[in-house]
């Protein structure tokens, strides 16, 4: 540790960090546009730009080095200046269509616009013209609002290794585009919506169905039912001013009455029922010499991945539908037949934290007799734009529980928003499949936390397994090459698509950062501690489900309903 001087106030600096991390961490405030915490920086937006005593330019904080003696000064006239003209240069060419633009009130260009007073356009460029990308069923790409910050490309290579989008052309021609310029549909995306969150403007945003929502909501002859996954709860209070971690359940429920849906689900109940599915699967393949790893198949993104990347392991998934279409294959069957509904009169909505789920819905074998099983996916966001637009004040709501029949869920159900939620309560059943005993501790500590890989060896009677938790499909990919060159040792393996799972989803509130996703894993294991039913095998709507409806886990109906196939195709030898 050193000491540096920093607008006439001594700080310290450590060795090998960046002047802007030292910054940061003495909460003195520099505006960036580019820099991604954790990642090499770029210098590509020069809003970080301060000045040091005896250096005749600019320095970009981000990349440049500490060195002890450091006099620097983050807001002089200079600095202010270079800042606010790169401001106006971006506004130059920017649409001016700020009331219209979802990232309204949540643009950085917009704050920074007003935190350096640009309240005139000094310099006036002419508009480039693009076509709006609106091909994707997950994600809008609107390049007449990028500023080529280049963090959308950097999350798509550096974090998910997958490169949908890259640079392309030179000088002022340089946009972000796909490979040969197609549409987003036809590249290598997996919709996560990574993108979205690192986006600071309106250039890339989910495709919204909240029309469809509304339009079906004001329609007599539908009856409109909503779920929402185990993680909404403990994040969707950020979109009302709250502080990351906070449970509000009841009144999301409450909220949903209000907008007038006629059935509220907790889609923490089919998270249950995924896993009586999926723990079966896995008991039968381990008993008999059935495909290992056997892989999670909960999250769409990473369905894709597979399909279109490692085509050769598609056997290795679970043939379960993610907890998000069990529900909505039950409510348009068994839910139909009991409150005799044809099922083509169901509007069924799920309000999910993944904008890859507007893809899955899409997906055969999703539905039957043109029916889909979900009809519309709206995101966190979205589902807060649709309340703040029904004038409901969220923050003052009742309590209130959702509908029976799948309106009980356990702690486990709900485990399945953090990453390591899905293997524990997996192996919570499985233990008691195995056994016929619950596990002694059903906390399973190796497999919890915010790692990108996390393994452990499970205790299962007479058997031990190893199984593997992943986040981030640039993890995954690590892994899959690890099975691809012999690995055999592990039986179970769950990825999630994004990074820190369901509760960092592509589909959540903005500007969300390790610190808010360890807030939002605390709320889930919080449920976890406090509450009583912790594993899905002792839910008793399942069991008066599988008991009036579906028979057993892998039997006959329930795999009709509950699983699904994949895409396959040759692989190149």
Partial sequence: MFKIEVNNRIIEAEAGETI??????????????CHMEGLLPTGACRLCVV??????????????PVREGLKIYTNSPRAVRARKTI?????????????????NKSCQLQDLAEEYGVRERRLSAEKNEYTIDQTSPSIVRDQAKCILCGKCVRVCEEIQNIGAIDFAGRGSKTVISTAFNENLNVSSCINCGQCILVCPTGALREKSYLKEVR??????EK???????????VTIAEEFGAKSGIDVDGMLVTAFRQIGFDRVFDTSFSADLTIMEEASELVHRITTGGKLPMMTSCSPGWIKYIEQSYPEMTDHLSTCKSPQQMLGAVIKSYYAEKHNIKPENIYSVSVMPCVAKKFEIQRPGMGENNIFDVDAVISTREAARLIKMYGIDFKNLPSGASDTPFGERTTAGKLFG?????MEAALRTAYFMITGKEMESLKVEAVRGQEGIKEAKITIGKLEASVAVVNGIGNA??????????RDDLAFIEVMTCPGGCIAGGGQPLNTDKDKIKSRLGALYKIDQTENVRVSHKNKDIKRLYDEYLGEPLGEKSHHLLHTHYMKREVLK
């Fill in 477 to 486: 990919e690590k892994l899959l090459e690890q099975i691809k060159g012999g």
């Fill in 215 to 220: 339009d079906a909501l004001s329609d007599p």
């Fill in 87 to 103: 401001i106006e240069l971006l506004l130059a060419n920017h649409p001016d269509d700020c009331l219209y633009c979802v990232r």
């Fill in 51 to 64: 000045e040091v005593e005896g250096m005749n330019g600019l320095i970009p904080s981000c990349s440049y």
């Fill in 20 to 33: 802007l991390s030292t910054l940061k961490r003495a909460n003195i405030h520099v505006p960036t546009l």
């Fill in 223 to 233: 009856h409109v039912v909503v779920q929402h996954a185990p993680s909404i709860s």
């Fill in 418 to 422: 953090g990453s390591g939620g899905v």
